[in-house]
């Protein structure tokens, strides 16, 4: 019998999900295992739409940055653009199982990533894919190629690295762009033909901060959207993450062409950069945590929060919920699984929930957290090899 077929229930209220090589089914073979629940109810695993597993670190002591940041940019420039910079093999990984270990943990069942280490390009994904596999989360990858720190090599060394990804059960790749305003033309079209070329498609971040649109338009673009269409790097299946800065005609462009927005309330807030207005036009928008721990409960509680103070009407309170279920639809779409959680021909991905928190965690079939423990890796042993690679790391961003 595969590990990736169980039988979940009856919970509660008498739902029994039946999961055969990975995928929600109607029927299970004899000598299936079971996974009882009388006492805990079922549902869905969350998607976090966008994220990146390489600050995972952050959280265990990385230094204030030195002078504060005032602005966007010197955020990026004076402490996620060292940080990547500093990522080795040994950090990268320490740092992935302790974060896929948290999301799991969370209930977080998916995992789409956005991944930059400048100095660590070749290979990074298989780092990242493999600590997925071990532990037995969802993953959707790709690194984000830029130009920014070493030019044209640098943007062509991140798409090939979009091309080493091997898909599996769990694993799918997309090809990334860091965003507009750091890649010229020539990369942008070649992410675009890539994509096509791989029967994938692309993930970048646009219009988070007005200085994506500031740039796009010295090029001679209308925004960083426009030329991106322009230059043929969206396309259906395409996430673009943030797009606070662009305005509500922009956002249906992006959706005539087939792309799906993700929302990041919190680091948006973070960052200050905005709120996202516009997104609400449309109905693909998922949910993300853009870095930050992958626990999307949390996630959505800060969107519930932010929608209301902006008016946000259409994902102010309970309608936040949402943007979860688009999260759904947007992992299906790229397993070619049925769009609606738990669905016959869906994902095998759920949570059962005793007493509101996190019991049980099963992805693909696989029974990755039971009774509140990762049952794929020691959590404890986890985090503290992540806080020991962490007091390395910040000795090296020291250095850059
Ligand atoms: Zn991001």
Known sequence: MSSASLIVGPDRNGRTVTIVDGVVA???PAGTP????ADGEIAPGAVCAHTHIYSALAPYGMPKAEPAPENFVQILE????RLDRAIDPETLRAGAR??????????TTTLIDHHESPNLIEGSLAILAGACEELGVRAVL??????????RDEAMRGLAECRTLKPSRLVRGMVGLHASFTVSDETVAESGALARELGTATHIHVAEDGADVVDAKARGYAGPLERLIALGAIMPGSILAHGVHLDADQVRLAAR???????????NEGNRVGYARNLSVVPDVALGVDGWDPDMAIEQAALSRLAAQNGDEAVAGDRAAGRLAAGHALMAQRFGLHPEPLAVGAAG??????????????????????DGRLTTGDAGALEAAARAEAARLWERMAQL
Do not use: M
């Open 26 to 28: 109607a029927a299970a």
């Open 34 to 37: 079971v996974l009882a629940c």
């Open 78 to 81: 004076r402490v996620w653009w």
């Open 98 to 107: 302790d974060y896929v270990a948290k999301a799991l943990l969370a209930g």
């Open 142 to 151: 790709c690194f984000g190629a830029t130009e920014r720190n070493f030019g």
């Open 257 to 267: 062409h087939g792309a799906w927005f993700v929302q990041n309330p919190r680091s």
């Open 349 to 370: 991905d759920l949570v059962v929930r005793r007493s509101g928190t996190i019991a049980d965690v099963v992805v693909a079939g696989r029974h990755v957290v039971a």
